[in-house]
């Protein structure tokens, strides 16, 4: 036994084939098995059918037939190493094309061929078609013309000349407009941010606030028992002062637009009201004196 049929049978062996079963994948009749794993070449039907035997043995179990070749062409005598073609063996490889493949391909050009000849005809027609519908424009246009309705000159136009449409799409447009102009406005409005007074400094009886988002600065102050204020511009100088009541009579209220804050000292804050641009101000602590600092800040 060679070593390639050593090789060969320990492949089928490996794969659980029997020689019968081998005989039935491959077609190749079991004698002619044993001759290759035995490397009796002599006993094949004819030298060309050695290659072809070998390379199907070869397939069936796994391996590659190129590689085993190459790897073993010296055991296999040179006059049967020469390269066959493939359909040399009475029994095609797995990996052969089938019949209806094959007869596919070859009719394959014949169909293109078919179809570039169709389509040229049919080009042709198209071309001989259009030259005799040009041709028979001109000699039949005077019974085919299609007719023609022109609209009044003043047709969609308003009296000045100018097309204004009809009184219906007016309205509509007038509509739309409206309800565009109501949408900016709302639009205008929700993106204007709310007026924001917060606390930004407190040190025992004074306390500091800021005044934000707001175009204006009014200062209310009022009284609802009997309390002493004394109220300053944002320069300082002091523009009320003395008692308040809560009759509302010495009720005070003041237009700090242009000042850039104000003062308010309050002798009682639980009889104090503090109103800016109507908002009531929270004092930040309970003490009965405090010192209340408005810093306005335009712009913002």
């Known amino acids: 036994m060679t070593e390639l049929g050593v090789r060969l049978k320990e ?4 794969r659980g084939l029997s020689l019968e079963q081998l005989q039935n994948l491959t077609k190749i009749q079991k004698r002619y098995l044993i001759g290759i794993e035995e490397g009796n070449y002599s006993m094949m039907p004819g030298k060309f059918y050695v290659r072809a035997f070998i ?10 037939p190129e590689e085993i ?3 073993y062409k010296d055991e296999i005598p040179a006059t049967y190493s020469d390269d066959l073609p493939e359909q040399l063996s009475r029994v095609q490889s797995r990996k052969s094309m089938s019949p209806g493949k094959s007869k596919v391909l070859d009719l394959l050009p014949k169909v293109l061929v078919g179809i570039a000849l169709a389509a040229f005809v049919v080009f042709v027609w198209y ?12 000699s039949g246009s005077e019974g085919n013309n299609p007719v023609i309705i022109e609209e009044p000159e003043n047709a969609g136009t308003n009296d000045n000349g100018e097309d204004g449409g009809t009184e219906e799409e007016a309205a509509n447009d007038k509509e739309q407009e409206t309800e565009e102009n109501a949408e900016n406005e709302e639009g205008a409005e929700e993106e204007q941010p709310a007026q924001e007074l917060s606390v930004v400094n407190t040190s025992g009886r004074q306390a500091t606030y800021e005044l934000k988002n707001a175009d204006k600065f009014e200062l209310t102050v009022n009284s609802t028992g009997a309390t002493w204020v004394d109220i300053r511009n944002g320069e300082g100088k002091s523009v009320f002062q003395g008692t308040l009541k809560s009759d509302g009579t010495n009720s005070q209220k003041f237009d700090f637009t242009n000042q850039p804050g104000a003062t308010v000292i309050v002798g009682f ?8 641009n109507g908002e009531k101000l929270e004092f930040p602590s309970d003490s009965t004196r405090q010192d209340i600092t408005i810093r306005y800040i335009k712009g913002e």
Request: net charge negative; proline share 3%; no cysteine.
């Open 11 to 14: 492949a089928r062996e490996a």
């Open 69 to 71: 070749f190459e790897q």
């Open 127 to 138: 071309l001989v078609v259009q030259k005799a519908g040009g041709g028979g424009d001109e």
């Open 55 to 64: 390379k199907q043995y070869a397939e069936a179990v796994g391996l590659d």
């Open 269 to 276: 804050v639980p009889d104090t009201e503090i109103l800016v």
